[in-house]
């Protein structure tokens, strides 16, 4: 007996070591909807003091986002991206539920796929650098509509030259 008991211990040791130091969050839901364990990580990304919440409380600050399986949470001043899985343990209904913070790698995946599609319009990254600085200057304006251009011109003294036949025919 007193040899289970110590294997038991380790494993238990081994296992809050384990959740301390996975990068990320975890959070075990027991069957009446309460979160019964939270790993620091999960804490970082949702919220202090997880455990004993209800899990309905905690997802009803994430975002659902249109791709599956992933929500937008606030974290401090910023908006993150989790991807989201949950396992279901045995017959007592408890869920494991993991969150990855893949904020960074969806960032990635978009600016990499900018960088595709301005490849194949066959714009250089010479190019593509000016369209992204011109696109990030503060001073950047919208181009003036058609009209307000000919109302500006107008009031400058241009006319607009008569249509004759020759204009019509050239």
Do not use: K
Not at 77 to 85: D, M, N
Not at 109 to 136: C, F, H, K, S, Y
Not at 138 to 164: K, N
């Amino acid at each position: 007996y007193a040899g289970l008991q110590q294997q038991l211990e380790q494993l238990s040791n081994r296992l809050a070591i384990l959740m301390r130091v996975l990068p990320a969050g975890v959070l075990v839901i027991a069957p009446d909807g309460r979160i019964a364990q939270a790993n620091p990580t999960a804490e970082a990304l949702l919220s202090p003091a997880l455990e004993g919440a209800t899990w309905s409380r905690v997802a009803s600050r994430l975002q659902l986002d249109l791709t599956a399986g992933e929500a937008l949470v606030e974290v401090g001043h910023e908006t993150r991206r989790l991807a989201l899985s949950h396992t279901r343990i045995g017959p007592d209904r408890e869920h494991i539920i993991l969150l990855h913070d893949i904020t960074d790698t969806h960032r990635l995946r978009r600016a990499a796929g900018r960088q595709e599609r301005m490849a194949a319009m066959g714009l250089t990254p010479d190019v593509q650098r000016a369209i992204n600085q011109r696109q990030q200057s503060p001073e950047l304006q919208p181009a003036a509509a058609p009209s307000d251009l000919i109302q500006r011109l107008m009031g400058a003294g241009w006319t607009p030259p008569a249509v004759t036949a020759e204009t019509q025919n050239a």
